[in-house]
């Protein structure tokens, strides 16, 4: 009996341990591990198949168990794979290997269990997904569950290449990872086309800069200046210019100013030995060297016009007082660093051949005493210009007096400055009957015996401006130009002539400025040769004088620019007025004129500064907001 119980448990060991090698051959067999040798038969008796005969385990039953396991497989694929169509069962069947099988079932049972999963229902009531999207939802679970992370190996999905996941990697099209040289190329095909470019007349930034500048948006711009604001963009890939004239070489100079391209890499562009001008209007980027360089390379120059020099020194004027230069014509702006003793050396040296001379914003030079040496060693100036120079008072005005050459007059002094009005008049009584213009302003204290003077006095005056002054009266001004034996002017600006007194904003019983009056006396003066008007901030001119200036009759043939800007009581049927007196007009500014509400203009006119105003063009209907 115990022998009989001894044998049955060494059966059944021996049977759990067949079970159990048997398992692992079948594993070994799947993965291609057992192989023999049907040549060699003393190789098939391996050390394995002599311990499965030992053990009284069958390889063939290990295979016949395999092959049973896989087809039972793909029949339970094959069974929860919907029904197709008609159509569809026509086509022959595609041939699904084993391992693609096992593959699908088990991503079928892994969203079978995500939709029992809590995170499932969390994701679903959280983004409001219906029943018809859980497998979308399942998928989309599983597919970041299955996410390789960061520092893991993954393959591209597209060209199978193994790369090391990291938190920039892709998603391909299939839900797969992208390694970076396929991530960049799909970021190349998924590039947005470039942007259509818009049509002519709808950029309004550029429309309003064209208008501030002049120019109007409406056709096309010419040929010419097409061609040098193309130059101008690719100015630093341009080695040199070529046999351009100056007028061109100008307007080149006025855009890449603008643009504040003047380098010294552009300045070689500007160089012309045989040329006697030069004109750079932002030199902020040279260096003395450069201004050495300009005036080495143009030895023949009489006139030089360069703004925003800073840098310049007093080594640039020594150098052109030793090279004893022709120049007559000299325009600097904002050169703070030439000291007093060199201004005064160049007036000795050079002074004698000075026609014109335009000096802007210098203020730790160029005093009172550096002005009379000036006046005195520069006896043939016709042209001066001093605007914002520190320094200068009235000490200087009564030296001015002494150019009886001068023609061309322009000073504008700091606002603390208070200028008298006795030094000014003696300068008008001096050289007013030979002044072809004349510029003060900010001569804020200046009073009417200024407008009698230059009544009694010019005769040749082309050009007048006097503003920002708030002692003028509507009746002196009104007495300048009425039988003024001056010609008609064709540049005029008075804005700013009136008075400032903020508590008074209807201004006293006899208007200070230019009011109604002296408007119309302007215009009966000078309305049929004057093209630049320019009356803003004016507000004492009464809409009855409008009226009576831009009557039916009344023609003005020449006047092409017009600023009544600030005058509050200008409207559409003013507006229409001026337009038919005017048409020649290029240029209507109006900024606060906020009663001018829907207008129509002629084409090629710009009507600046209208705040929500239908503007009518020609039959072309847009709002103005600037």
């Not at 094959?78 to 569809?88: F, H």
């Not at 003060?440 to 204290?445: D, I, K, T, V």
Request: neutral net charge; glycine residues 4%; charged residues 30%.
């Amino acid at each position: 009996m115990i022998d009989r119980f001894q044998e049955r448990e060494r059966g059944e060991r021996r049977e759990r341990r067949g079970k159990s090698v048997s398992g692992e051959a079948a594993e070994a067999a799947e993965q291609g591990e057992i192989q023999t040798d049907k040549t060699n038969p003393v190789a098939g008796h391996s050390a394995l198949t002599d311990y499965l005969a030992s053990n009284n385990i069958s390889a063939q039953q290990i295979r016949t168990d395999w092959d049973r396991r896989q087809a039972e497989a793909l029949r339970q694929a094959t069974e929860q794979e919907p029904s197709v169509t008609a159509e569809q069962s026509q086509s022959p069947p595609v041939p699904t290997s084993p391992e693609d099988a096992v593959k699908k079932r088990k991503r079928q049972q892994a969203i079978a269990r995500i939709k029992n999963s809590k995170e499932f229902a969390r994701r679903k009531a959280r983004g409001g997904y219906d029943d018809d999207s859980d497998d979308d939802l399942a998928i989309e679970i599983h597919e970041e569950q299955n996410r390789r992370k960061p520092g893991q190996f993954a393959n591209c999905e597209i060209c199978d290449k193994r790369f090391t996941v990291t938190p920039y990697s892709k998603t391909g099209p299939d839900g797969g990872l992208l390694c970076n040289i396929c991530s960049k190329k799909q970021k190349d095909d998924k590039k947005k086309p470039p942007a259509k470019r818009r049509a002519t007349g709808i950029g309004r930034r550029q429309n309003q800069s064209n208008l501030l500048d002049g120019l109007t948006p409406h056709g096309t711009q010419s040929l010419l200046e097409t061609c040098i604001k193309k130059v101008a963009d690719y100015i630093h890939d341009i080695e040199d210019f070529g046999d351009l004239p100056p007028s061109l070489l100008l307007r080149l100079g006025q855009i890449l100013s603008r643009r504040r391209a003047v380098t010294p890499r552009t300045l070689d562009l500007f160089l012309r030995p045989q040329y006697t001008s030069i004109d750079l209007f932002d030199c902020a980027k040279l260096d003395t060297n450069d201004y050495h360089k300009i005036l080495a390379s143009m030895p023949r120059l009489t006139r030089v016009n360069l703004r925003f020099t800073t840098p310049m020194k007093d080594q640039v004027f020594h150098y052109m007082m030793e090279r004893d230069m022709n120049i007559k014509d000299l325009h600097l702006d904002g050169a703070n660093l030439v000291t007093d003793d060199c201004w005064r050396q160049l007036f000795t040296k050079l002074g004698h051949r000075f026609l014109s001379l335009k000096l802007w914003n210098l203020d730790s030079a160029f005093d009172n005493e550096t002005a009379k040496v000036m006046c005195l060693q520069c006896p043939d100036l016709q042209r001066l210009k001093l605007k914002f120079l520190h320094k200068l008072d009235n000490d200087m005005l009564a030296e001015i007096s002494t150019l009886k050459s001068l023609q061309h007059l322009s000073l504008r002094f700091m606002r603390e400055t208070e200028i008298e009005t006795e030094p000014v008049l003696q300068i008008v009584a001096s050289v007013g009957s030979q002044l072809r213009s004349l510029s003060l302003e900010e001569f804020e204290f200046v009073d009417d015996r200024l407008l009698q003077h230059l009544h009694e006095h010019c005769r040749l005056l082309t050009k007048l401006r006097l503003t920002l002054n708030s002692t003028f009266t509507d009746k002196g001004l009104a007495a300048l130009f009425t039988g003024w034996s001056n010609q008609a002017l064709t540049y005029v600006d008075l804005h700013s002539l009136r008075d400032v007194d903020m508590t008074n904003p209807d201004g006293p019983e006899e208007p200070i400025g230019l009011a109604s009056d002296g408007f119309i006396a302007l215009m009966e003066h000078s309305g049929s040769k004057v093209q630049h008007l320019n009356i803003a901030s004016c507000r004492h001119v009464s809409y009855k004088a409008f009226e009576q200036v831009f009557a039916e009759n009344k023609l003005y043939p020449k006047l092409n620019y017009l600023d009544i800007s600030f005058s509050t009581v200008v409207d559409d049927y003013l507006i229409q007025c001026i337009l038919r007196c005017c048409p020649a007009l290029q240029r209507l500014v109006v900024f606060a004129c906020f009663k001018i509400r829907d207008v129509h203009i002629p084409r090629g006119l710009a009507l600046i500064g209208t705040v929500g105003a239908t503007i009518k063009i020609d039959g072309i209907t847009q709002t103005e907001t600037i």
